[in-house]
């Protein structure tokens, strides 16, 4: 009975690869988000998207590209990763009626490109 | 954009005592969440609290929006309790800003 689960929880890989992170919410919300976390703890939101629809692209090279299939998924597909993309990738969902904004968030996805 | 800073940066604490987190911010926010970050990485929901003030078991928290900051209160600390506090605000347009986060450790 996750409410926000992230698959996989660990992705090591090499430097010019493809990789995909998925992320699922049960809570019926319609926001959902991608945050990244640096090794320094900084959590800065990359993407937000609302019923589907990209609300926020906050500055992210186009490698970085979010894809929302419904609303219930949140995607992150990311081309030709460099060293400086390891970090832990956390997806969240909120609401927009009741308490609006508020963020669950999954259990985060630590990518370490070598 | 806005602003959000946290203080103190670190704090270290003997288990059984009290201490209050601070998060100021720059303009006016619409909501205002605080998480705790637990040593395995987990972001759990503590509050949100974007005016007043809300109470859960041995935490409590209260923000003054016209005074553009919150508070986090943590009694009676324990081991547990070790992590990372980050306090989160929105803006408008579904865009969240984090503070830099309160790193705390508990002593037993």
């Known amino acids: 009975d996750t409410a926000v689960s992230q698959t996989p929880k660990y992705l090591v890989t090499q430097m010019g690869n493809d990789k995909s992170i998925k992320c699922e919410q049960n809570l019926g919300h319609d926001t959902m988000y991608w945050y990244k976390q640096d090794s320094k703890k900084f959590l800065k939101i990359m993407f937000s998207?609302?019923?589907?629809?990209?609300?926020i692209n906050e500055t992210v090279p186009n490698r970085f590209s979010p894809k929302s299939p419904d609303k219930a998924h949140l995607n992150l597909h990311i081309n030709s990763l460099e060293l400086g993309d390891s970090a832990v990738y956390f997806c969240?969902?909120?609401?927009?009626?009741?308490?609006?904004?508020?963020?669950?968030f999954g259990p985060g996805t630590r990518l370490t490109v070598t | 954009g806005i602003q959000v800073e946290q203080s103190p940066p670190d704090l270290i604490l003997q288990e059984g005592a009290n201490s209050t987190l601070r998060c100021n911010f720059s303009?006016?926010?619409?909501?205002l969440q605080w998480f705790h970050q637990n040593p395995w990485g987990q972001l759990i929901n503590l509050f949100y609290?974007?005016?007043g003030t809300k109470q859960n078991g041995r935490l409590s928290a209260t923000t003054v929006a016209t005074e553009r900051y919150s508070l986090l209160y943590i009694s009676s600390s324990q081991t547990t309790d070790s992590g990372v506090y980050f306090c989160a605000v929105e803006a408008g347009g579904f865009k969240t800003i984090f503070g830099a986060g309160t790193r705390l450790f508990v002593k037993a």
């Open positions: 303009d006016s926010v619409n909501n």
């Open positions: 969240a969902s909120s609401p927009i009626t009741g308490d609006p904004y508020e963020q669950y």
């Open positions: 998207y609302n019923n589907k629809e990209l609300i």
């Open positions: 609290i974007p005016s």
